[in-house]
């Protein structure tokens, strides 16, 4: 027997119809699914804990406990979908789409989580066509860099604000003056050493401008790619 996603989120909400909780499944009740789903892996967690490897492996009992804690995690998991209206046709999508992106990953973003490299700020600069996404800054806001965005497009400092990254941000967005100045500004701004930033540019002047001010240079182009910015940085094994 193999169900499938969508007999499943069936099955939830024939159980709420039944039982007189259907009138609960809103968007603003999912919260409080997911809770109850990590209280039930919570319960699952404990028969880990009291039970060991050993016992969900050959005791059968133990086993069954366990499976039956774990369903009832993807059963309020199903319920939280209902309430945010998530269908399985839009649930499969996404875990294909995350399956395709992990399969081509190299999970080095893991590695500059909990490793330091000689490396303290990175510039990035956006006023060409320098593809920076949220994606790529939610990667390095977890490391202990500092980052910095250098832009003449004004929508762009939203993207900071938007996933809350102007923390760890020194967003110079606005009318940009000379490179070399502003890449010089942001140095003097986080008080780092030259030697200790990279600049990440498409350009030509960014090139000049970081090379002027004593920055090393990672320069997109000519096959050079944003995804191996991580490798340079040093945080790959």
Known sequence: MDGKISQFLKMQHDLAVEKGWIDGRTPENAPFSIL????????????????????????????????????????????????????????????????????????????????????????????????????????????????????????????????ELEADMFDLTGECGPLKELFSDTVKHFGISSDAVVVCTDSEEGVRAAEETGMTVYKIGDGTTLDGLQDFLGFAK
């Open 36 to 163: 109850w789903s990590i209280d039930e892996l919570g319960e699952a967690i404990a028969i880990i804990k009291k039970k060991g490897a050993d016992g969900i492996m050959n005791n059968e009992s133990v086993r069954e406990h366990f499976v039956e804690e774990v369903t009832d995690t993807f059963m309020y998991l199903f319920d939280m979908m209902e309430c945010y209206g998530i269908t399985a046709d839009e649930f499969t999508r996404a875990y294909v789409k995350k399956y395709e992106r992990n399969m081509g990953r190299s999970w080095h973003e893991n590695d500059a989580m909990y490793e330091k490299c000689r490396w303290q700020l990175v510039i990035f600069d956006l006023t060409g066509e320098l593809p920076v996404t949220p994606r790529l800054l939610e990667v390095f806001s977890k490391t202990e860099l500092k980052l910095a965005a250098v832009t003449s497009d004004v929508a762009f400092g939203s993207t900071f604000r938007r996933n």
